[in-house]
C-alpha cells in the first residue's frame, strides 16, 4: 500500500513538472520578440518590392499619355506593363538559386542598384525601347526583391511569428497594386509622369538602402549551388515566346479588322507559339532528366495540384488585367481624367489587400471548399454586371462592380496556392512556391497582353481618340474584354471543383 502511494506521490509529481515545462515553453514562445533588425530588415528590401510594384501599377493608369507621347497604340504601349511582367516572371525560378548561392546583403545590394538604374532611365529615356529596357532593369530588381523578402521572413523569424510576418509581407505585396493607379492619375495630373521616378530614387537611397545595410543580416551558410542555365534559357523563351504570341496574334487581327497587312504579325505569332510551347516541353523533358533541374516538377503529376495551378494561373489574368481595362475603359471611354480612373480602382484594390488575411481565416476554420468557391462565385459576379451594363456604364457603376469582384478575389485567391502546397511533399515545397509564384507574373502578364489586344481590335478603325466612334468602339471592346474576364474565370471555378472532387474521393478512401 505505502509502495502504491509513494508510486502515485511520484506519477503527480512528474506529470505537474511535464505540465510546468510546458507551461513555461508555451510561455517562452509567445514571449518570443521580433529582433529589430529583422523588422529593419522587412521594411528595407520590402520597400523595393513595394516600390517596383507600384510603379507597375502606375505606369498602366498612364498609358494613354504614354501613346500619345510615343505615337505608339494601344496593343504596343502595354508592353511597358507586360515586360516588367515577364522579367519578373523569368526572375522567380531563380529565387531558390539565389538564395543559396549569395547573401542576403549582396541580394539586396544588387535590387537597389537595378532599382535606381531602371528609375534614371526612365527619367531620361525619350525614345520607347529605351523604357522598355528601363522596364526590364526594374523587373530584375523586383524578382530579386520580393522572393529575398520572404526568403528574409521564413529564415529569421521567430516560429511563433511567422504567420503574422508573412502577412506583413503579403500586405506590402498587396498595397501596392492597390494605391498605383491613384498616385499615376495624382502625380501625372499636376507633374510630368516622369517626376514618379524622380521621387522614387531618394527613397531608395536615403530609405531602404541606409536600413538594409544596418539590418539585413546572414543566419544561414551559402551553398555552391550550381545553375542549370539551359533550363533557365529555355523557361524564359516559354514564358516571352507565349506572352509574344498572344500580342502579335492581337496586333495581327486588329491589322486585319483595320484594312492593314497582317502577314507579318501573323507569322511572328505563329513563330513565338511554337517556340515557347517547344521551349516548355524542353524544360520539362530536361527537368526529368536532371541530376540538379532548376525546378523539379515530379510534384505536378498529381492531378488535384495541377488542377489548383490551372486555376491560380487564369485567375491572375483577370486580377491583374482588370487594372489595365478598368482605367484604359474609363479614359479611352467615359471621358474621365487619369486621376479618376486611378481612384476607380482603388477601393476594389484596397479592399483586396485587406481582406486576403481575412480569407485565410475562414480557410482554417472551414477547410478549402466553401470558402474558395464561394469567394469566386462571388468575384464573378462582377465581371458579369460590367457585361450587362457595358454599353452604359458610369464611373460610380465600373467602380462598384469591380469592387464586388475584388472583395471575392481577395477572399480566394491565396487560398488556392496554399491548399496546392498541403498536398506536395515538404521537400518539394520550394519548388512548388517557384511554380505557382511564376505563374502568377504570366497570368498577370498575359492578361494585360490579351486584353489590350481585345480592345486594339476593337478600336481600329473608329478614328482619332477622343471621337464618338473611338469612345463608342471602346466601350464595344471593353464588352468583349468583360466576357472573356467571365470565361476564365468560369475555367478556373470548374477546375477547382475537379479538384476538390478528387480531394474527397482520396479522402473516403482513408
Given at each position: 500500500m505505502e509502495?502504491?502511494?509513494?508510486?502515485?506521490?511520484?506519477?503527480?509529481?512528474?506529470?505537474?513538472?511535464?505540465?510546468?515545462?510546458?507551461?513555461?515553453?508555451?510561455?517562452?514562445?509567445?514571449?518570443?520578440?521580433?529582433?529589430?533588425?529583422?523588422?529593419?530588415?522587412?521594411?528595407?528590401?520590402?520597400?523595393?518590392?513595394?516600390?517596383?510594384?507600384?510603379?507597375?501599377?502606375?505606369?498602366?493608369?498612364?498609358?494613354?499619355?504614354?501613346?500619345?507621347?510615343?505615337?505608339?497604340?494601344?496593343?504596343?504601349?502595354?508592353?511597358?506593363?507586360?515586360?516588367?511582367?515577364?522579367?519578373?516572371?523569368?526572375?522567380?525560378?531563380?529565387?531558390?538559386?539565389?538564395?543559396r548561392r549569395f547573401k542576403h546583403r549582396t541580394l539586396f545590394l544588387a535590387a537597389v542598384a537595378l532599382a535606381v538604374l531602371g528609375s534614371l532611365i526612365m527619367i531620361v529615356g525619350h525614345a520607347f525601347p529605351v523604357i522598355l529596357i528601363a522596364r526590364v532593369i526594374q523587373g530584375m530588381g523586383s524578382g530579386v526583391a520580393t522572393p529575398l523578402m520572404i526568403n528574409i521572413i521564413l529564415e529569421q523569424s521567430p516560429k511563433s511569428k511567422v504567420g503574422r510576418l508573412?502577412?506583413?509581407?503579403?500586405?506590402?505585396?498587396?498595397?501596392?497594386?492597390?494605391?498605383?493607379?491613384?498616385?499615376?492619375?495624382a502625380v501625372?495630373?499636376?507633374?510630368?509622369?516622369?517626376?514618379?521616378?524622380?521621387?522614387?530614387?531618394?527613397?531608395?537611397?536615403?530609405?531602404?538602402?541606409?536600413?538594409?545595410?544596418?539590418?539585413?543580416?546572414?543566419?544561414?551558410?551559402?551553398?555552391?549551388?550550381?545553375?542549370?542555365?539551359?533550363?533557365?534559357?529555355?523557361?524564359?523563351?516559354?514564358?516571352?515566346?507565349?506572352?509574344?504570341?498572344?500580342?502579335?496574334?492581337?496586333?495581327?487581327?486588329?491589322?486585319?479588322?483595320?484594312?492593314?497587312?497582317?502577314?507579318?504579325?501573323?507569322?511572328?505569332?505563329?513563330?513565338?507559339?511554337?517556340?515557347?510551347?517547344?521551349?516548355?516541353?524542353?524544360?520539362?523533358?530536361?527537368?526529368?532528366?536532371?541530376?540538379?533541374?532548376?525546378?523539379?516538377?515530379?510534384?505536378?503529376?498529381?492531378?488535384?495540384?495541377?488542377?489548383?495551378?490551372?486555376?491560380?494561373?487564369?485567375?491572375?489574368?483577370?486580377?491583374?488585367?482588370?487594372?489595365?481595362?478598368?482605367?484604359?475603359?474609363?479614359?479611352?471611354?467615359?471621358?474621365?481624367?487619369?486621376?479618376?480612373?486611378?481612384?476607380?480602382?482603388?477601393?476594389?484594390?484596397?479592399?483586396?489587400?485587406?481582406?486576403?488575411?481575412?480569407?485565410?481565416?475562414?480557410?482554417?476554420?472551414?477547410g478549402p471548399v466553401r470558402p474558395i468557391l464561394g469567394a469566386f462565385f462571388a468575384a464573378i459576379c462582377g465581371p458579369i454586371l460590367l457585361l450587362v451594363f457595358s454599353m452604359r456604364l458610369t464611373p460610380v457603376t465600373l467602380a462598384g462592380f469591380y469592387f464586388i469582384f475584388g472583395l471575392g478575389y481577395s477572399l480566394g485567391f491565396s487560398n488556392i496556392m496554399t491548399n496546392a502546397l498541403r498536398n506536395i511533399a515538404p521537400q518539394f515545397m520550394p519548388d512548388g512556391n517557384a511554380v505557382f509564384n511564376t505563374c502568377l507574373q504570366f497570368g498577370g502578364a498575359a492578361g494585360t497582353a490579351l486584353f489590350s489586344t481585345i480592345l486594339s481590335v476593337a478600336q481600329a478603325g473608329a478614328g482619332e481618340e477622343g471621337g464618338a466612334t473611338f469612345r463608342h468602339a471602346t466601350a464595344v471592346g471593353g464588352s468583349w474584354t468583360f466576357a472573356t474576364m467571365i470565361g476564365i474565370v468560369a475555367i478556373a471555378i470548374c477546375c477547382l471543383i475537379a479538384a476538390f472532387r478528387i480531394g474527397a474521393k482520396r479522402n473516403s478512401r482513408l
Amino acid at each position: 500500500m505505502e509502495e502504491r502511494n509513494i508510486t502515485t506521490t511520484t506519477a503527480a509529481t512528474e506529470s505537474q513538472a511535464i505540465t510546468t515545462n510546458a507551461g513555461t515553453q508555451e510561455a517562452a514562445i509567445s514571449d518570443e520578440r521580433i529582433p529589430g533588425k529583422l523588422i529593419g530588415a522587412i521594411v528595407a528590401v520590402g520597400s523595393l518590392a513595394f516600390i517596383g510594384i507600384l510603379t507597375e501599377t502606375v505606369m498602366t493608369v498612364l498609358f494613354p499619355q504614354l501613346m500619345r507621347e510615343f505615337n505608339v497604340d494601344t496593343a504596343t504601349v502595354q508592353w511597358i506593363t507586360t515586360i516588367y511582367l515577364l522579367v519578373v516572371a523569368a526572375t522567380m525560378p531563380l529565387s531558390s538559386y539565389l538564395n543559396r548561392r549569395f547573401k542576403h546583403r549582396t541580394l539586396f545590394l544588387a535590387a537597389v542598384a537595378l532599382a535606381v538604374l531602371g528609375s534614371l532611365i526612365m527619367i531620361v529615356g525619350h525614345a520607347f525601347p529605351v523604357i522598355l529596357i528601363a522596364r526590364v532593369i526594374q523587373g530584375m530588381g523586383s524578382g530579386v526583391a520580393t522572393p529575398l523578402m520572404i526568403n528574409i521572413i521564413l529564415e529569421q523569424s521567430p516560429k511563433s511569428k511567422v504567420g503574422r510576418l508573412m502577412g506583413v509581407g503579403s500586405l506590402v505585396i498587396t498595397v501596392a497594386p492597390a494605391i498605383g493607379p491613384t498616385v499615376g492619375g495624382a502625380v501625372s495630373s499636376i507633374l510630368p509622369w516622369r517626376a514618379i521616378f524622380v521621387i522614387v530614387i531618394p527613397i531608395i537611397l536615403l530609405v531602404s538602402l541606409p536600413v538594409g545595410l544596418k539590418c539585413v543580416e546572414q543566419h544561414r551558410p551559402t551553398e555552391e549551388a550550381r545553375l542549370n542555365s539551359l533550363q533557365f534559357v529555355s523557361i524564359v523563351l516559354a514564358l516571352c515566346g507565349l506572352v509574344m504570341f498572344l500580342n502579335q496574334a492581337g496586333v495581327a487581327v486588329s491589322a486585319a479588322v483595320s484594312g492593314g497587312s497582317a502577314t507579318v504579325s501573323a507569322v511572328f505569332a505563329v513563330v513565338s507559339l511554337i517556340v515557347g510551347l517547344g521551349a516548355l516541353l524542353f524544360f520539362g523533358w530536361s527537368s526529368k532528366r536532371s541530376f540538379s533541374p532548376l525546378i523539379r516538377l515530379g510534384w505536378l503529376r498529381d492531378p488535384m495540384v495541377l488542377l489548383h495551378l490551372i486555376a491560380y494561373m487564369l485567375l491572375p489574368i483577370v486580377g491583374i488585367g482588370f487594372g489595365y481595362v478598368i482605367t484604359n475603359v474609363a479614359q479611352l471611354s467615359l471621358g474621365t481624367s487619369a486621376f479618376l480612373s486611378g481612384a476607380l480602382v482603388l477601393p476594389g484594390a484596397l479592399i483586396g489587400a485587406f481582406f486576403a488575411p481575412v480569407g485565410g481565416m475562414l480557410y482554417d476554420r472551414f477547410g478549402p471548399v466553401r470558402p474558395i468557391l464561394g469567394a469566386f462565385f462571388a468575384a464573378i459576379c462582377g465581371p458579369i454586371l460590367l457585361l450587362v451594363f457595358s454599353m452604359r456604364l458610369t464611373p460610380v457603376t465600373l467602380a462598384g462592380f469591380y469592387f464586388i469582384f475584388g472583395l471575392g478575389y481577395s477572399l480566394g485567391f491565396s487560398n488556392i496556392m496554399t491548399n496546392a502546397l498541403r498536398n506536395i511533399a515538404p521537400q518539394f515545397m520550394p519548388d512548388g512556391n517557384a511554380v505557382f509564384n511564376t505563374c502568377l507574373q504570366f497570368g498577370g502578364a498575359a492578361g494585360t497582353a490579351l486584353f489590350s489586344t481585345i480592345l486594339s481590335v476593337a478600336q481600329a478603325g473608329a478614328g482619332e481618340e477622343g471621337g464618338a466612334t473611338f469612345r463608342h468602339a471602346t466601350a464595344v471592346g471593353g464588352s468583349w474584354t468583360f466576357a472573356t474576364m467571365i470565361g476564365i474565370v468560369a475555367i478556373a471555378i470548374c477546375c477547382l471543383i475537379a479538384a476538390f472532387r478528387i480531394g474527397a474521393k482520396r479522402n473516403s478512401r482513408l
